[in-house]
Protein backbone atom coordinates (compact mmCIF):
# COMPACT_ATOMS: atom_id res chain seq x y z
CA UNK A 1 0.00 0.00 0.00
CA UNK A 2 2.53 2.40 0.58
CA UNK A 3 3.86 2.89 -2.82
CA UNK A 4 0.14 3.66 -3.99
CA UNK A 5 0.22 5.72 -1.45
CA UNK A 6 3.53 7.39 -2.57
CA UNK A 7 1.78 7.64 -5.91
CA UNK A 8 -1.09 9.50 -5.41
CA UNK A 9 1.01 12.00 -3.65
CA UNK A 10 3.11 12.61 -6.63
CA UNK A 11 -0.13 13.27 -8.85
CA UNK A 12 -1.27 15.49 -6.19
CA UNK A 13 1.30 17.71 -6.13
CA UNK A 14 1.79 18.06 -9.80
CA UNK A 15 -2.16 19.02 -9.98
CA UNK A 16 -0.88 21.62 -6.92
CA UNK A 17 1.72 22.43 -8.90
CA UNK A 18 0.46 23.11 -12.13
CA UNK A 19 -2.20 25.22 -10.51
CA UNK A 20 0.60 27.58 -8.77
CA UNK A 21 2.23 27.50 -12.11
CA UNK A 22 -1.25 28.89 -14.03
CA UNK A 23 -1.62 31.47 -11.29
CA UNK A 24 1.88 32.96 -11.69
CA UNK A 25 1.87 32.51 -15.54
CA UNK A 26 2.84 35.89 -16.96
CA UNK A 27 0.61 38.16 -19.47
CA UNK A 28 3.44 39.44 -21.87
CA UNK A 29 2.18 42.00 -24.00
CA UNK A 30 5.00 42.72 -27.44
CA UNK A 31 4.96 46.19 -28.15
CA UNK A 32 2.78 46.97 -31.62
CA UNK A 33 5.29 47.15 -34.60
CA UNK A 34 6.12 51.37 -35.43
CA UNK A 35 8.28 50.93 -38.25
CA UNK A 36 7.38 51.84 -41.47
CA UNK A 37 9.09 51.93 -44.62
CA UNK A 38 11.17 54.57 -46.38
CA UNK A 39 9.17 57.39 -47.80
CA UNK A 40 9.61 57.60 -51.51
CA UNK A 41 7.75 57.05 -54.36
CA UNK A 42 6.32 53.50 -54.07
CA UNK A 43 6.44 53.34 -49.77
CA UNK A 44 2.44 53.23 -49.67
CA UNK A 45 2.94 49.80 -51.44
CA UNK A 46 5.43 48.29 -49.51
CA UNK A 47 3.40 49.95 -45.73
CA UNK A 48 0.05 48.48 -47.62
CA UNK A 49 1.17 45.32 -48.33
CA UNK A 50 4.61 43.98 -46.35
CA UNK A 51 3.38 45.08 -42.78
CA UNK A 52 0.45 42.31 -43.40
CA UNK A 53 3.14 39.98 -42.58
CA UNK A 54 6.07 40.68 -41.50
CA UNK A 55 8.17 43.97 -40.26
CA UNK A 56 10.53 46.70 -42.08
CA UNK A 57 13.17 44.93 -40.23
CA UNK A 58 13.09 42.04 -42.33
CA UNK A 59 13.50 44.43 -45.54
CA UNK A 60 16.33 45.85 -44.05
CA UNK A 61 18.29 42.82 -43.21
CA UNK A 62 18.30 41.27 -46.19
CA UNK A 63 21.39 41.67 -48.55
CA UNK A 64 21.60 44.20 -50.69
CA UNK A 65 20.93 42.31 -54.01
CA UNK A 66 19.80 43.64 -57.58
CA UNK A 67 16.16 43.80 -58.40
CA UNK A 68 16.05 40.43 -60.02
CA UNK A 69 16.05 39.27 -56.35
CA UNK A 70 13.60 41.88 -54.72
CA UNK A 71 11.23 40.95 -57.85
CA UNK A 72 11.41 37.16 -56.60
CA UNK A 73 11.02 38.14 -53.14
CA UNK A 74 7.66 39.95 -53.88
CA UNK A 75 6.60 36.97 -56.31
CA UNK A 76 7.16 34.35 -53.72
CA UNK A 77 5.18 36.41 -51.10
CA UNK A 78 2.50 36.44 -53.47
CA UNK A 79 2.38 33.16 -54.78
CA UNK A 80 3.76 30.95 -52.15
CA UNK A 81 2.81 32.77 -48.68
CA UNK A 82 -0.61 33.99 -50.62
CA UNK A 83 0.33 37.85 -50.29
CA UNK A 84 -2.54 39.42 -51.44
CA UNK A 85 -0.88 41.60 -53.97
CA UNK A 86 -1.83 42.32 -57.35
CA UNK A 87 0.23 41.45 -60.85
CA UNK A 88 0.17 45.36 -61.34
CA UNK A 89 2.09 46.09 -58.02
CA UNK A 90 4.51 43.21 -58.22
CA UNK A 91 6.65 45.75 -60.47
CA UNK A 92 6.56 49.10 -58.66
CA UNK A 93 7.23 47.24 -55.58
CA UNK A 94 10.40 45.74 -57.07
CA UNK A 95 11.33 48.85 -58.44
CA UNK A 96 10.88 50.53 -54.53
CA UNK A 97 12.40 48.00 -52.44
CA UNK A 98 15.42 47.51 -55.49
CA UNK A 99 15.89 51.85 -54.75
CA UNK A 100 15.96 51.62 -51.35
CA UNK A 101 16.96 48.46 -49.96
CA UNK A 102 18.68 47.05 -52.79
CA UNK A 103 21.97 47.12 -54.71
CA UNK A 104 21.25 50.47 -55.81
CA UNK A 105 20.83 52.23 -52.46
CA UNK A 106 24.56 53.38 -52.05
CA UNK A 107 25.53 53.06 -56.26
CA UNK A 108 26.60 55.71 -57.03
CA UNK A 109 25.12 58.22 -59.50
CA UNK A 110 22.55 55.40 -60.40
CA UNK A 111 19.59 56.24 -62.01
CA UNK A 112 16.31 56.60 -60.81
CA UNK A 113 14.13 53.65 -61.05
CA UNK A 114 10.54 54.40 -62.92
CA UNK A 115 7.72 53.43 -60.68
CA UNK A 116 4.14 52.46 -62.11
CA UNK A 117 0.89 53.03 -60.09
CA UNK A 118 -2.76 52.56 -61.29
CA UNK A 119 -4.31 55.65 -62.83
CA UNK A 120 -6.76 57.35 -61.30
CA UNK A 121 -9.38 59.97 -62.70
CA UNK A 122 -7.80 63.16 -63.53
CA UNK A 123 -10.67 65.61 -64.31
CA UNK A 124 -11.31 67.58 -61.22
CA UNK A 125 -9.78 65.36 -58.76
CA UNK A 126 -10.94 61.64 -58.05
CA UNK A 127 -14.38 61.45 -56.66
CA UNK A 128 -16.22 58.92 -54.80
CA UNK A 129 -16.52 56.57 -57.90
CA UNK A 130 -12.32 55.89 -57.59
CA UNK A 131 -12.65 55.01 -53.84
CA UNK A 132 -11.74 51.08 -54.81
CA UNK A 133 -8.90 51.92 -57.32
CA UNK A 134 -7.38 54.57 -54.82
CA UNK A 135 -7.28 51.61 -51.77
CA UNK A 136 -5.89 49.35 -54.81
CA UNK A 137 -3.52 52.18 -55.63
CA UNK A 138 -2.34 52.42 -51.74
CA UNK A 139 -2.50 48.87 -50.77
CA UNK A 140 -5.32 49.28 -48.39
CA UNK A 141 -6.90 45.99 -49.78
CA UNK A 142 -4.25 44.35 -48.42
CA UNK A 143 -5.51 44.96 -44.84
CA UNK A 144 -8.80 45.65 -45.59
CA UNK A 145 -11.87 44.80 -47.28
CA UNK A 146 -15.44 45.85 -48.15
CA UNK A 147 -17.40 43.70 -46.27
CA UNK A 148 -15.36 41.27 -44.44
CA UNK A 149 -12.90 41.29 -41.53
CA UNK A 150 -8.93 40.16 -42.79
CA UNK A 151 -6.07 42.22 -40.98
CA UNK A 152 -8.40 45.32 -40.08
CA UNK A 153 -11.53 46.02 -39.85
CA UNK A 154 -14.08 45.41 -43.05
CA UNK A 155 -15.00 49.32 -44.27
CA UNK A 156 -18.36 48.88 -44.03
CA UNK A 157 -17.44 47.72 -39.70
CA UNK A 158 -16.29 51.36 -40.57
CA UNK A 159 -18.75 53.27 -42.04
CA UNK A 160 -21.11 51.96 -39.50
CA UNK A 161 -19.07 53.25 -36.77
CA UNK A 162 -19.27 56.86 -37.63
CA UNK A 163 -22.63 56.77 -39.29
CA UNK A 164 -23.69 59.06 -37.02
CA UNK A 165 -20.16 60.90 -36.43
CA UNK A 166 -19.82 64.47 -36.99
CA UNK A 167 -16.31 64.08 -37.24
CA UNK A 168 -15.93 60.95 -39.22
CA UNK A 169 -14.40 62.63 -42.38
CA UNK A 170 -11.42 63.96 -40.15
CA UNK A 171 -10.79 61.02 -38.07
CA UNK A 172 -10.50 58.81 -41.04
CA UNK A 173 -8.03 61.32 -42.70
CA UNK A 174 -6.09 60.92 -39.53
CA UNK A 175 -6.20 57.24 -39.42
CA UNK A 176 -4.53 57.38 -42.75
CA UNK A 177 -1.88 60.04 -42.51
CA UNK A 178 -0.78 59.32 -39.15
CA UNK A 179 -1.94 55.52 -39.00
CA UNK A 180 -1.96 53.72 -35.32
CA UNK A 181 -2.88 51.07 -33.09
CA UNK A 182 -5.43 50.26 -30.82
CA UNK A 183 -8.84 51.72 -32.48
CA UNK A 184 -10.07 48.33 -34.01
CA UNK A 185 -7.33 46.07 -31.48
CA UNK A 186 -3.40 45.89 -31.15
CA UNK A 187 -1.82 45.49 -35.07
CA UNK A 188 -0.56 48.56 -36.72
CA UNK A 189 -1.49 50.82 -39.30
CA UNK A 190 1.16 52.28 -41.47
CA UNK A 191 1.05 55.61 -41.64
CA UNK A 192 0.53 57.09 -45.32
CA UNK A 193 1.48 61.18 -45.18
CA UNK A 194 1.60 61.03 -49.16
CA UNK A 195 -1.89 60.51 -50.41
CA UNK A 196 -3.21 63.85 -51.09
CA UNK A 197 -6.05 65.54 -49.37
CA UNK A 198 -8.50 65.25 -52.75
CA UNK A 199 -7.32 61.34 -52.36
CA UNK A 200 -8.35 61.08 -48.48
CA UNK A 201 -11.66 62.97 -49.25
CA UNK A 202 -12.35 60.45 -51.93
CA UNK A 203 -11.42 57.07 -49.80
CA UNK A 204 -13.18 58.69 -46.59
CA UNK A 205 -16.25 59.23 -49.01
CA UNK A 206 -16.37 55.99 -50.57
CA UNK A 207 -15.65 54.10 -46.75
CA UNK A 208 -18.54 56.24 -45.52
CA UNK A 209 -20.91 55.49 -48.70
CA UNK A 210 -20.70 51.13 -47.92
CA UNK A 211 -23.58 49.88 -46.25
Known amino acids: ?3 ATNR ?15 SLALDIQLPPE ?15 QCLVCHSVEYVTSQ ?10 AVVKMQQKYGAPIDDKQIEPLADYLTR ?9 GAAPVATSQPAVS ?6 QADGPQLALKYGCLGCHNPTVKIVGPAYREIAAKYKMDTDAFSKIEQQIHKGGSGKWGPIIMPPFPQINPAEIKALADWILSLK
Open 34 to 48: TGVFKQSPGAELANG
Open 122 to 127: NGNGPT
Open 63 to 72: PSMGRAFWKA
Open 100 to 108: NYGSETNAA
Open 1 to 3: MKP
Open 8 to 22: WSLCWGCVCLGLVWN
